[in-house]
């Protein structure tokens, strides 16, 4: 059974640091992408970052939306199988539910239960 398992939401001051972290099991082969998205209230979900995987140089192609780029970092460590969201300079208009998501074989789509994150000014 595939699980997604977020941590590391909270509530920080505008211009603060938050880490979000997502532990992936029951997928051992063919995940093609990893990635983050979030979802304001009473707004669409968004893409916010993706990491995907090119299986045969082990590395990955990033991509980050324009409203977080220069302030969010997004990693991945293969040996965990876990990915992570570094956020920097967080503003209020970040706050948001905040869901990782795993591509496996370009077509099955994962998605963890989300974290809050809560940015005051």
């Known amino acids: 059974q595939v699980q997604l398992v977020e941590s590391g939401g909270g509530s920080v001051q505008a211009g603060g640091s938050l880490r979000l972290s997502c532990a992936v099991s029951g997928i051992s082969y063919g995940v093609t992408s990893m990635g983050w998205y979030r979802q304001p209230p009473g707004s669409e979900r968004d893409m916010v970052a993706t990491n995907m995987i090119v299986t045969i140089t082990n590395s990955g192609i990033i991509t980050y939306a324009d409203f977080v780029k220069g302030r969010f970092t997004i990693s991945r460590d293969n040996a965990k199988n876990t990915v992570y969201l570094q956020m920097d300079s967080l503003r209020p208009e970040d706050t948001a539910v905040y869901y990782c998501?795993?591509?496996?074989?370009?077509?099955?789509?994962?998605w963890g239960q989300g974290t809050q994150v809560t940015v005051s000014s």
């Open positions: 998501n795993v591509v496996k074989n370009k077509y099955y789509t994962y």
